[in-house]
């Protein structure tokens, strides 16, 4: 790991709030080491259930993306997704881990058949965010990813996004 990588993962076990996982599974996209250690990360005792089996989850899932062997992203993919939907089994009245498989169904290849919870999801997705129940402001840049991302989404409506849109302008505005 390289020495920015172990920094920040000292820093998220130090402070392991969801600020903190949020950053290293966006992260995560684009950096093999953001994913390893977003799964480090939730073995952490700190890191309350059901984050840190999703969280741990989605590491899985962003490690498809860092091999070339497909029988280990298939694993990879499997083992992720039995932990995300645990742990949405677990709560499923917590909006962000609905986001976080609404990610995850809506970029799945389709032969993975991983599509299954993707309008229940989005309907969650909205009503959270369009009920101004996310203002929780250690969370406010995740709030804005997940806005920006529903709003560019083609599972969204025309009007579905319009909307979010809306509500996000004026939200910036206060």
């Known amino acids: 790991m390289n020495p920015l990588g172990l920094l920040l993962v000292l820093q998220i076990i130090a ?3 969801a600020a903190n996982l949020q950053n290293l599974y966006l992260a995560s996209y684009h950096s093999p080491q953001a994913a390893r250690s977003l799964e480090q990360v939730c073995n952490y005792r700190e890191i309350p ?4 089996s999703a969280y741990r989850g989605i590491s899985q899932m962003m490690l498809c993306r860092y091999t070339s062997n497909p029988f280990k992203k298939l694993s990879y993919f499997l083992n992720g997704k039995t932990l995300l939907d645990a742990a949405i089994n677990q709560a499923p009245t917590i909006s962000e881990l609905r986001f976080l498989r609404f990610t995850v169904q809506t970029n799945a290849p389709g032969f993975l ?4 919870n993707i309008e229940e999801d989005k309907k969650d997705i909205l009503s959270h965010l369009l009920a101004g129940n996310n203002h929780n402001t250690v ?12 709003a560019t989404s083609p599972f969204c409506s025309a009007n579905e996004r319009k909307e ?10 206060q």
Do not use: G
Not at 49 to 52: H, K, L, T
Not at 113 to 116: A, C, M, P, V, W
Not at 164 to 173: A, E, F, G, P, Y
């Open 164 to 173: 979010l849109t809306q509500h996000m302008s004026h939200l910036t505005k």
């Open 139 to 150: 969370c406010l840049p995740f709030d804005k990813t997940i806005y920006s991302y529903m």
């Open 113 to 116: 058949l991983y599509k299954d």
């Open 15 to 17: 402070n392991p709030c």
């Open 49 to 52: 259930e059901p984050f840190a």
